[in-house]
Nanobody, 121 residues
Framework: VQLQASGGGLVQAGDSLRLSCAASGRPFSSLTVGWFRQAPGKEREFVAAVSWSGGETYYADSVKGRFTISRDNAKKTVALQMNSLKPEDTAVYYC???????????????WGQGTQVTVSS
């Protein structure tokens, strides 16, 4: 499966941004999809994940209550709505997909290229 992330940009603290991950290839609706991010000089970290049906979601504590992950299997897309953005949210954001159903594991099979999110103070 191929993944394409988009929607990044430069915003101010407190603003909102919506990232999108478009998939092509194998049946998308059977995959768990997650978002990760990597800030300069830091390791990649998990942000959020959504189950194959969209019925279950899981978030990192740092974004809980501010970010919302959702998916549209008909359109083969997964969105990450980011509200109340903070400078510490600045990173390259990646979407990823896996065949496993556990949302709290970090091993993913497919990765897209990243999209830059920069939050100024």
């Amino acid at each position: 499966v191929q993944l394409q992330a988009s929607g990044g940009g430069l915003v101010q603290a407190g603003d909102s941004l919506r990232l999108s991950c478009a998939a092509s290839g194998r049946p998308f609706s059977s995959l768990t999809v997650g978002w990760f991010r990597q800030a300069p000089g830091k390791e990649r970290e998990f942000v959020a994940a959504v189950s194959w049906s969209g019925g279950e979601t899981y978030y990192a504590d740092s974004v809980k209550g501010r970010f919302t992950i959702s998916r549209d299997n008909a359109k083969k897309t997964v969105a990450l709505q980011m509200n109340s953005l903070k400078p510490e949210d600045t990173a390259v954001y990646y979407c990823a997909a896996k065949a496993g159903v556990l949302l709290n594991t970090r091993i993913y099979d497919y990765w897209g290229q990243g999209t830059q999110v920069t939050v100024s103070s």
